[in-house]
């Protein structure tokens, strides 16, 4: 282990960085911020996502198909209330996966940029 390593931030690629941070701002209830000259949004206990408009992005297809551009990874997050939290989502500009593999644990979205998320049932 290196010493003192720890989770810095979260960068995500996607086609309009201001667009996805309001998205993820609105969802999590996180504060706008900048960081590295990016926009960002920060949790209370520091947990920073970055956003950064790539040129040429492809967005990424779930569930996964062979030649396509697939997900390189996803954010879990824990809700009291799948139902509700789709909505609310929903109301922000996610869109609920066409395929679900999640039975009455979680929800899998789509961000505006097209990354999958979940929305899962919190213990």
């Keep these: 282990m290196i010493e003192g390593i720890c989770l810095g931030n979260v960068m995500v690629d996607c086609d309009d960085q201001n667009k996805l941070r309001e998205f993820y701002a609105e969802l999590l209830g996180w504060e706008r911020c900048e960081l ?3 926009p960002a949004v ?3 206990n ?3 996502f970055l956003f950064i408009s790539e040129p040429g992005y492809v967005v990424p297809v779930w569930p996964e198909q062979e030649g396509k551009q697939q ?3 996803h954010f879990d997050f824990q809700v009291p209330d799948v139902s509700a939290a789709v909505k609310q989502a929903e109301s922000l500009g ?3 996966a066409p395929e ?3 039975g009455t644990y979680f929800v899998t ?3 505006p940029a097209g990354h999958p998320f979940c929305l899962c049932k919190a213990d």
């Design 36 to 38: 590295y000259d990016l």
């Design 42 to 44: 920060r949790s209370e």
């Design 46 to 48: 520091g947990i920073v």
């Design 71 to 73: 997900k390189q990874m």
């Design 94 to 96: 996610a869109v609920k």
């Design 100 to 102: 679900q593999f999640g």
């Design 109 to 111: 979205m789509f961000d």
